[in-house]
């Protein structure tokens, strides 16, 4: 699987749009991007996924760019409870759901 | 709540005693996962089974380590002769196999240990 670079942390205020990057360089044709974050205490939690085109779910919008060789995960509006690890991974997609590669990711804090 | 439950949340040991965790999957769910997080780092795959079959193990899983999910629900991971090093948060996550390309995985709230 492709290996991904997040920042290590980000602040966003209550209410505005969290943006967070993610660069997959050296993404395969057949990789696609996936995106969970942890609250603290938790285990992991699914948000979104895509291939090529822009996905957009009730949690988030996922912005992959023209040539995949980076996404941007968009929480519209975040609030207190966004405040969370946010891992960006890439694998292929297959019928046999492969274990997960989790990098550090970004610690995003959601600031009142 | 995911629907994945984890016996014990929390199990503190000493050194060189042997511990086991438990974890209940989604009910429907065929495909079941282990994972090992240390502070400040992602998760890390362990192992993983499709019903009762254990499919992959990382090179993580040393020899002190086994998991079994004998009737394909439930599963168990012990380690035996604990190391301070295996103290870590033991996530179980499950996700159901089917026709479709893709089932996301669903974690539970994890076992932390703690080895003195």
């Known amino acids: 699987d492709a290996k991904t670079t997040q920042p290590p942390s980000m602040d966003c205020a209550e209410g505005r749009a969290a943006n967070l990057p993610c660069n997959h360089s050296?993404?395969?044709?057949?990789?696609?991007v996936y995106w969970y974050r942890q609250i603290h205490s938790q285990g992991p939690q699914y948000i979104i996924h895509?291939?090529?085109n822009n996905e957009t779910n009730e949690m988030a919008s996922l912005i992959i760019t023209e040539d995949r060789k980076s996404s941007t995960l968009i929480l519209p509006h975040a609030t207190l409870r966004d405040t969370a690890v946010y891992y960006c991974?890439?694998?292929?997609?297959?019928?046999?759901?492969?274990?997960?590669?989790f990098g550090k990711g970004t610690r995003l804090s959601v600031i009142a | 709540d995911t629907g994945v439950s984890q016996d014990p949340r929390h199990k503190i040991t000493k050194r060189g005693q042997n511990v086991t965790f438990r974890c209940d999957p989604i009910?429907?769910?065929?495909?079941l996962y282990w994972y090992r997080q240390t502070l400040g780092q992602g998760p890390e795959f362990l192992t993983y089974?499709?019903?009762?079959?254990?499919?992959?193990k990382s090179r993580l899983l040393s020899d002190r380590f086994s998991a079994e999910r004998p009737k394909g629900s439930f599963s168990t991971l012990e380690i035996q002769r604990t190391e301070q090093g295996d103290s870590a948060m033991y996530l179980c996550?499950?996700?159901?196999?089917?026709?479709?390309?893709?089932?996301?995985?669903?974690f539970g709230p994890g076992t932390r240990l703690t080895v003195l």
């Open positions: 996550a499950s996700s159901l196999r089917g026709v479709s390309s893709y089932n996301e995985q669903f």
């Open positions: 050296t993404i395969s044709g057949n990789e696609y």
């Open positions: 895509g291939l090529k």
């Open positions: 991974i890439v694998r292929v997609e297959s019928p046999g759901n492969t274990p997960l590669v």
């Open positions: 009910s429907e769910h065929n495909r």
């Open positions: 089974f499709q019903n009762e079959a254990q499919l992959e």
